[in-house]
């Protein structure tokens, strides 16, 4: 196992992440305990130190789980990690009931690491809103030694974890974003690893798979880099991308059963960065893959000095392509929830006003209703 370095502790490289653990008839709630156990076991008997969960997982069983599995551990074997749950806002005047009952959910007395949750669009006035007290309450645990380690995770944009970073930027330790080599360009994944390195911020990885979307790609991708490196499985190139960064510490895998965990630490062995062929190769694929799917805005914002209903018809755009991408997800819609309804795809009126001034001649009027209808929100 490969480790790495942070603040005088060795972590290892790859971490288990508790989202996507084995469940039993496909209820994602009914966890295989069993199954969950043994691959816990691997891990730990593989040099696997780090372990994500967080409130929501496996509709709140997955702290229950992983307390127990690792329960049976010494308590400095291992490093664990948790989430204040932000992504929905009714939590966020009962910072410190959750936090209690997630210590007791895993069984322990401390997080050795702690995250606000999936800072976006949707939340960022609550997280940086001082009346909630959740800043000044995780601070005061971390005086009290109840976290170790302070941090947050990002599904938002560049913009949001900039504002996050200027409020809270000096305190936070470590940050957890979207990062693989579908979103190096497509959601600037790069941008905001540099935006994190202006403020000395090591990089944790969530979606490295992009939920196994990377891990199977077409035919004629997958020879090109066999052409490359023949001994490498193709879910490799994913991992060898990661290594590739040098802020990168911890890149977690939500691996949904002991073949996947044994095929990312055989990964894990050892670091085989990408050189620049490789890395050219691997990122045009990315383009490809993208261009297959996505409009080719270019934000050039003609659009919006034409819309009658003074839509931000590139931001949209943006969210539409996201959502078309992942053949769904939560992103769009959380991001949507931040955007007042008069501005939002359905109230687009379908008079193509900016399709007359849209340089790469984008159907905008279509895919806003297409977007509507997607969203249903």
């Given amino acids: 196992m490969i480790y790495k370095d942070f603040q005088g502790i060795k972590l290892s490289a790859l971490g288990m992440g508790a989202m996507r653990l084995p469940v039993v008839n496909g209820n994602d709630a009914e966890i295989d305990e069993q199954a969950a156990m043994s691959m816990v076991d691997y891990a730990m008997g593989n040099g696997v130190n780090y ?29 664990l990690a948790d989430k ?3 992504y929905d806002l009714s939590n966020m005047d009962k910072v410190e009931p959750i936090f209690e009952k997630q210590l007791e959910k895993c069984g322990v007395s ?8 999936n ?61 693989n080599f579908l979103d190096w360009g497509f959601q600037d994944a790069k941008g905001k690893v540099e935006l994190l390195k202006e403020y ?17 790609l077409a035919k004629e991708d997958e020879e090109q880099l066999k052409k490359l490196r023949p001994r490498e499985e193709i879910p490799a190139w994913a991992f060898r991308f990661l290594q590739s960064i040098p802020s990168v510490t911890v890149t977690l895998s939500g691996m949904s059963n002991i073949e996947q965990l044994k095929a990312n630490i ?9 050189n620049k062929q490789e ?12 261009g297959k799917i996505a409009l080719p805005c270019t934000a050039c914002r003609y659009c919006v000095s034409h819309c009658p209903q003074e839509l931000d018809i590139p931001s949209l755009l943006s969210l539409y392509n996201e959502h078309c991408v ?28 900016c399709e007359a001034v849209c340089p790469q001649q984008i159907k905008i009027s279509e895919a806003m209703s297409d977007f509507a209808k997607k969203l249903d929100i």
């Avoid at 401390?110 to 949750?117: E, N, V």
């Avoid at 909630?132 to 944009?157: E, N, P, T, V």
């Avoid at 890395?279 to 993208?290: G, N, Q, R, S, Y």
């Fill in 51 to 79: 372990y994500d969960t967080a409130w929501g997982y496996h509709g709140g069983n997955s702290e229950l789980v992983m307390g127990k599995a690792l329960g049976r551990y010494p308590r400095t074997s291992y490093y």
């Fill in 84 to 86: 204040f749950p932000g």
């Fill in 110 to 117: 401390y997080f050795d690491f702690y995250l606000f949750h």
């Fill in 119 to 179: 800072v976006c669009e949707m939340n960022i006035e609550a997280y940086l809103n001082p009346e909630y007290g959740i800043f000044d309450y995780l601070i005061k645990q971390k005086k009290a030694g109840r976290i170790r380690h302070l941090g947050f995770s990002a599904h938002g944009s560049y913009d949001i974890m900039k504002r996050f970073l200027e409020a809270y930027g000096k305190d936070m330790e470590f940050c957890q974003i979207q990062l």
């Fill in 200 to 216: 000395h911020i090591p990089v944790w990885v969530m979606e490295p798979l992009r939920g196994g979307k990377l891990a199977l």
């Fill in 266 to 274: 055989r990964t894990y062995k050892e670091e085989l960065p990408l």
């Fill in 279 to 290: 890395m050219e190769a691997l990122l045009a694929i990315a383009d490809k893959m993208v």
């Fill in 326 to 353: 992942t053949e769904g997800g939560f992103i769009a819609p959380m991001a949507m929830m931040a955007i007042p309804e008069d501005k939002r795809p359905s109230a687009c009126i379908g008079c193509r006003s």
